[in-house]
């Protein structure tokens, strides 16, 4: 349920051999999905859980993990893209994401090499390449896009973190505009539904609203990304799937984030529910001063939010580190 008319979008997040050659189409085809996004986790629990990469590993004896990783990740990548390419060749949509080494987080030299050798490898210009908002991300980000490469800000919690990844976009953007670069987009990933998961059994024991807090400060962002005036810098919403323990439906936070100028990347099931529900009302922008009330009430009852977007931060990188060390081990035994 894409709106051209809108400008929303959204991006399917998840990818899986088999699932690419047939029901990824089809979605493109009917107007469901105009993108795609991946992560460490994602391929993880793809290439333990799908028969459809033991042959791929049979030819790849010999290799090392990482190695056997990237020959699968990149080949899943390329065909996602080139399913994709007819939606890129229309306008500002049609891409695929893939995440550099997440242990590469602290270091912005081997990002930008890692980045830069992964799209060459795939060898599409509707690759976005995901590198986390830290410190080292934000001068990759740059190099990156000053190159020509899209990217994927990601792990983005807190609005400071969205600045800096503005900033740099906008350097990197500039940059590659001055030497004759014609088209390199960014998007900015807002992480949604871990605030909530970390902040809803507090806010429930003092008899406050759930269920709100990541849909407020990714409204926030979300409003400061647009007041830059940045057609070719989208923000995109992330972790947008309801999990186990919370009473939500299904599309929640697609419905709670819908508005113009933004992508919503969920999972299948997400997004199936969202189809199936009645057309979307547009909620966003929220007014500013609804937002800032919201978070004066948390700040009153003692809940600083630079803490809780810096735990939630450093969460996240662990837990795709976990991930990719798991799926690493795990391609060593292959």
């Known amino acids: 349920m894409i709106d051209n008319d809108l400008a929303f979008s959204l991006w399917l997040d998840f990818i899986e051999r088999d699932f690419l050659k047939k029901e990824f189409v089809e979605l493109i085809e009917r107007g ?13 629990q793809a290439i333990a859980s799908s028969p459809a990469y033991r042959e791929a590993l049979r030819s790849l004896e010999g290799l090392s993990p990482k190695e056997k990783y990237e020959a699968l990740a990149t080949e899943d990548i390329k065909n996602a893209a080139i399913a994709l390419r007819g939606v890129y060749d229309e306008g500002s949509e049609g891409y695929i994401s893939l995440e550099v080494d997440p242990f590469l987080a602290h270091d912005t030299r081997r990002t930008v090499e890692e980045a830069r050798r992964l799209f060459k490898t795939i060898d599409e210009p509707n690759v976005m390449i995901k590198v986390p908002a830290t410190e080292a991300g934000y001068p990759a980000m740059r190099e990156l896009l000053a190159d020509g490469i899209s990217v994927n800000a990601t792990l983005v919690f807190s609005p400071e973190q969205a600045r800096a990844c503005l900033d740099a976009m906008k350097e990197g953007m500039d940059e590659f505009e001055s030497t004759g670069g014609e088209r390199v987009e960014g998007v900015i990933s807002v992480f949604v539904s871990r605030f909530d998961r970390m902040l809803d059994p507090l806010l429930k024991e003092k ?19 647009q007041a830059n005036h940045t057609p070719a810098v989208r923000t995109l919403f992330a972790s947008t799937g309801v999990k186990e323990g919370q009473a939500l439906p299904d599309d ?6 819908y508005g113009p100028h933004c992508i919503n990347t969920a999972p299948l099931a997400t997004i199936a529910a969202f189809e199936a529900g009645p057309k979307p009302e547009t909620v966003l922008p929220k007014p500013e001063e609804e937002i800032e009330e919201y978070f004066q009430e948390l700040e009153r009852q003692g809940i600083v939010m630079s803490e809780v977007s810096r735990r939630l931060m450093e969460e996240g990188i662990q837990a795709f580190e976990t991930s990719f060390q798991a799926m690493l081990r795990q391609l060593e035994e292959s």
């Open 207 to 225: 008899g406050l609203p759930t269920a709100r807090t990541g849909i407020m400060n990714a409204a926030r962002i979300y409003n400061m990304v």
């Open 252 to 257: 929640y936070y697609i419905r709670e984030l």
């Open 32 to 44: 469901i999905i105009n993108g795609a996004t991946s992560n460490p986790a994602i391929f993880a």
